[in-house]
């Protein structure tokens, strides 16, 4: 499938990384290091692993808002309905489902560089080919 350029906007994306482990942290929420016997730094690691998000990529695409409507309700809004569709080239981008998109915004970090996926106005949740 072709896009046409004019219809593209400049957006981020990122696909989950490899596992990455889990630091213990102070109660500052800074990592804690020992230091070996050269002098280097090392984190200390809980035993724990996360999925970590690889660092966001610029690419061009369209973004079409459809499907239903915006709902207030008494705790929050009822977003059920409600689905944008990412028109892209065929097999011009390494994105699959879970991938996170940013549209509007830019990626924010947290504090020990990993990508905060909570900060991506997108994520895929199905891929569908035309």
Known sequence: MR???????????????????IYEKDSDGNI????????NRIPIET??????????VDFKG????????VETQEFGLNLADYEAILVLGKNTL???ETSLIWQNTEPRFNNDGTV?????EHKIVK???S
């Open 32 to 39: 804690i290091y020992y230091e070996d016997e050269e002098g």
């Open 47 to 56: 035993g724990s692993y996360t999925s970590g998000w690889n660092v966001p």
């Open 94 to 96: 390494p994105i699959t």
């Open 3 to 21: 896009t046409l350029n004019k219809n593209k906007q400049k957006m981020k994306y990122s696909i989950k990384g490899e596992r990455k482990p």
């Open 127 to 129: 891929i569908n080919t």
């Open 116 to 120: 905060d996926e909570n900060s991506a």
């Open 62 to 69: 369209n973004i079409a808002m459809s499907g239903g409507e």
